[in-house]
Protein backbone atom coordinates (compact mmCIF):
# COMPACT_ATOMS: atom_id res chain seq x y z
CA UNK A 1 0.00 0.00 0.00
CA UNK A 2 1.11 3.51 0.00
CA UNK A 3 4.29 4.28 2.33
CA UNK A 4 5.53 7.81 3.10
CA UNK A 5 9.16 7.88 4.44
CA UNK A 6 10.14 11.68 5.68
CA UNK A 7 13.97 11.73 6.22
CA UNK A 8 16.36 14.95 7.06
CA UNK A 9 15.08 15.98 10.60
CA UNK A 10 17.61 16.87 12.85
CA UNK A 11 18.64 20.02 16.17
CA UNK A 12 19.79 23.24 14.68
CA UNK A 13 20.32 26.73 16.22
CA UNK A 14 17.75 29.71 16.01
CA UNK A 15 18.44 31.28 12.13
CA UNK A 16 19.45 28.16 10.86
CA UNK A 17 18.20 25.09 8.04
CA UNK A 18 17.06 22.04 7.47
CA UNK A 19 15.50 20.46 3.97
CA UNK A 20 13.36 17.72 4.95
CA UNK A 21 12.28 14.88 2.14
CA UNK A 22 9.40 12.65 1.67
CA UNK A 23 9.19 9.63 -0.14
CA UNK A 24 6.24 8.25 -1.56
CA UNK A 25 6.16 4.52 -2.48
CA UNK A 26 3.23 2.31 -3.70
CA UNK A 27 1.39 5.31 -5.44
CA UNK A 28 2.95 7.17 -8.32
CA UNK A 29 2.37 10.68 -7.48
CA UNK A 30 -0.01 12.12 -10.08
CA UNK A 31 -2.95 14.89 -10.06
CA UNK A 32 -2.58 14.52 -6.26
CA UNK A 33 -1.96 16.65 -2.98
CA UNK A 34 0.72 16.42 -0.76
CA UNK A 35 1.43 18.39 2.59
CA UNK A 36 3.98 18.97 4.81
CA UNK A 37 2.66 18.92 9.23
CA UNK A 38 3.81 19.84 11.93
CA UNK A 39 3.01 18.47 15.77
CA UNK A 40 4.38 19.92 18.92
CA UNK A 41 4.24 18.79 22.39
CA UNK A 42 0.32 19.32 23.55
CA UNK A 43 -0.54 20.66 20.81
CA UNK A 44 -2.69 19.07 17.89
CA UNK A 45 -1.31 18.74 13.99
CA UNK A 46 -1.17 21.49 12.27
CA UNK A 47 -0.70 22.43 8.65
CA UNK A 48 2.65 23.79 7.49
CA UNK A 49 1.93 23.81 3.74
CA UNK A 50 0.55 21.80 0.30
CA UNK A 51 1.80 21.01 -2.84
CA UNK A 52 -0.52 20.49 -6.02
CA UNK A 53 1.47 17.96 -8.47
CA UNK A 54 0.22 18.53 -11.49
CA UNK A 55 1.32 22.39 -11.49
CA UNK A 56 3.79 22.74 -8.61
CA UNK A 57 1.38 25.23 -6.52
CA UNK A 58 2.21 25.49 -3.20
CA UNK A 59 0.04 27.02 -0.19
CA UNK A 60 1.59 27.75 3.21
CA UNK A 61 0.17 28.44 6.87
CA UNK A 62 0.89 32.21 8.00
CA UNK A 63 3.20 30.76 10.76
CA UNK A 64 5.90 29.87 7.84
CA UNK A 65 5.20 31.90 4.62
CA UNK A 66 8.55 33.69 3.46
CA UNK A 67 10.71 30.54 5.35
CA UNK A 68 9.77 27.13 3.85
CA UNK A 69 9.35 26.28 0.56
CA UNK A 70 7.88 23.10 -0.57
CA UNK A 71 8.96 21.71 -3.72
CA UNK A 72 8.79 17.88 -5.59
CA UNK A 73 10.70 16.02 -7.98
CA UNK A 74 7.88 13.89 -9.91
CA UNK A 75 10.23 11.30 -11.33
CA UNK A 76 11.20 10.41 -8.05
CA UNK A 77 8.36 10.47 -6.49
CA UNK A 78 9.48 12.80 -3.55
CA UNK A 79 8.39 15.74 -1.69
CA UNK A 80 10.53 18.44 -0.41
CA UNK A 81 10.51 21.26 2.72
CA UNK A 82 13.17 23.43 2.57
CA UNK A 83 13.20 25.42 5.98
CA UNK A 84 15.18 28.68 6.36
CA UNK A 85 15.51 31.31 9.06
CA UNK A 86 13.87 28.32 11.49
CA UNK A 87 13.14 29.53 14.75
CA UNK A 88 12.19 27.67 18.28
CA UNK A 89 8.76 27.39 17.88
CA UNK A 90 9.26 25.58 14.73
CA UNK A 91 10.36 22.86 16.95
CA UNK A 92 7.75 19.60 16.39
CA UNK A 93 7.42 16.57 14.63
CA UNK A 94 7.01 17.26 11.26
CA UNK A 95 4.63 14.70 8.98
CA UNK A 96 4.43 14.35 5.15
CA UNK A 97 1.09 13.50 4.19
CA UNK A 98 -1.11 12.42 0.64
CA UNK A 99 -3.85 14.94 0.76
CA UNK A 100 -5.44 13.59 -1.60
CA UNK A 101 -5.17 12.04 -5.27
CA UNK A 102 -7.10 13.15 -8.53
CA UNK A 103 -8.19 15.95 -6.24
CA UNK A 104 -8.45 19.97 -7.55
CA UNK A 105 -6.00 22.45 -6.98
CA UNK A 106 -8.46 24.66 -5.05
CA UNK A 107 -9.15 21.73 -2.30
CA UNK A 108 -5.25 21.23 -2.12
CA UNK A 109 -5.10 24.94 -1.71
CA UNK A 110 -7.11 24.32 1.57
CA UNK A 111 -8.33 20.75 2.39
CA UNK A 112 -11.29 20.55 4.42
CA UNK A 113 -10.37 17.23 6.28
CA UNK A 114 -7.12 15.77 7.67
CA UNK A 115 -4.90 13.34 5.30
CA UNK A 116 -5.86 9.61 5.70
CA UNK A 117 -1.96 8.67 4.32
CA UNK A 118 0.75 9.65 6.97
CA UNK A 119 4.47 9.00 7.14
CA UNK A 120 6.06 8.18 10.61
CA UNK A 121 7.71 11.41 10.92
CA UNK A 122 10.60 13.77 11.31
CA UNK A 123 12.10 15.42 14.55
CA UNK A 124 13.03 19.14 13.81
CA UNK A 125 14.27 20.59 17.13
CA UNK A 126 15.41 24.33 16.91
CA UNK A 127 17.59 25.93 19.95
CA UNK A 128 17.73 29.82 20.52
Known amino acids: QVQLVESGGGSVQAGGSLRLSCAVF????????MGWFRQAPGKEREGVGT????????YYADSVKGRFTISQDNAKNTVYLQMNSLKPEDTAMYYC?????????????????????WGQGTQVTVSS
Open 97 to 117: ALVCVYCSVNYCAAPSAMPRN
Open 26 to 33: GYTYSSGC
Open 51 to 58: IYQDYGST
